[in-house]
T-cell receptor, first 114, second 112 residues
Framework: DTAVSQTPKYLVTQMGNDKSIKCEQN?????MYWYKQDSKKFLKIMFS???????INETVPNRFSPKSPDKAHLNLHINSLELGDSAVYFC?????????????FGPGTRLTVL | QKEVEQDPGPLSVPEGAIVSLNCTYS??????FMWYRQYSRKGPELLMY????GNKEDGRFTAQVDKSSKYISLFIRDSQPSDSATYLC????????????FGKGTKLSVIP
């Protein structure tokens, strides 16, 4: 009964490859997020979708493309991977309620680009 | 100046000590304040959530918000080795924004 799940947990790949990370939430939340946590442990938002619509798109290279097939899923596709993309990527979800705005995180996907 | 500042530590305390973790922020629009706990190689987990100024207590944890000083704190009483983790503060203005701004996290070790 995992609330927010991500696959894969670990991803090791070569520079220039294209890869995808999948996220699913079974909390019935309206809003989902992708975060990047770099080697210095700084957590930074990348994207957010509310009811399948993009609502936050931070300054992220356009090699990163999120896709939300339905409210419960938010996948992240990365083209032409670079060394600097190595990080832990966290998916999260929230009710999307204006007054609560608390987010629940998945376990993370550790991406290593060689 | 970063929007949210948090001392990264590391902070080591003996078991049973009272721990104080703090964040300062510059954006006066922030109204929602959270503390997350992150164990090594795991996702952040929500610990406490506070709206506007004041105190909130939950078991051994107390969150304090002082909006006039733009300063928030998390106190852990009777600290346990299982409290050893990185603690991240996070803030949001609400106002239709779904975005959280995180501190860098403070790494805490509670020594038995």
């Amino acid at each position: 009964d995992t609330a927010v799940s991500q696959t894969p947990k670990y991803l090791v790949t070569q520079m220039g490859n294209d890869k995808s990370i999948k996220c699913e939430q079974n909390l019935g939340h309206d809003t989902m997020y992708w975060y990047k946590q770099d080697s210095k442990k700084f957590l930074k938002i990348m994207f957010s979708y509310n009811n399948k619509e993009l609502i936050i798109n931070e300054t992220v290279p356009n090699r990163f493309s999120p896709k939300s097939p339905d409210k419960a899923h938010l996948n992240l596709h990365i083209n032409s991977l670079e060394l600097g993309d190595s990080a832990v990527y966290f998916c999260a979800s929230s009710q999307g309620n204006f007054y609560t705005d608390t987010q629940y995180f998945g376990p993370g996907t550790r991406l290593t680009v060689l | 100046q970063k929007e949210v500042e948090q001392d990264p530590g590391p902070l080591s305390v003996p078991e049973g000590a009272i721990v104080s973790l703090n964040c300062t922020y510059s954006n006066s629009a922030f109204q929602y304040f959270m503390w997350y706990r992150q164990y090594s190689r795991k996702g952040p987990e929500l610990l406490m959530y506070t709206y506007s100024s004041g105190n909130k207590e939950d078991g051994r944890f107390t969150a304090q918000v002082d909006k006039s000083s733009k300063y928030i704190s998390l106190f852990i009483r009777d600290s346990q080795p299982s409290d050893s983790a990185t603690y991240l503060c996070a803030m949001s203005s609400g106002a239709g924004s779904y975005q959280l701004t995180f501190g860098k996290g403070t790494k805490l070790s509670v020594i038995p």
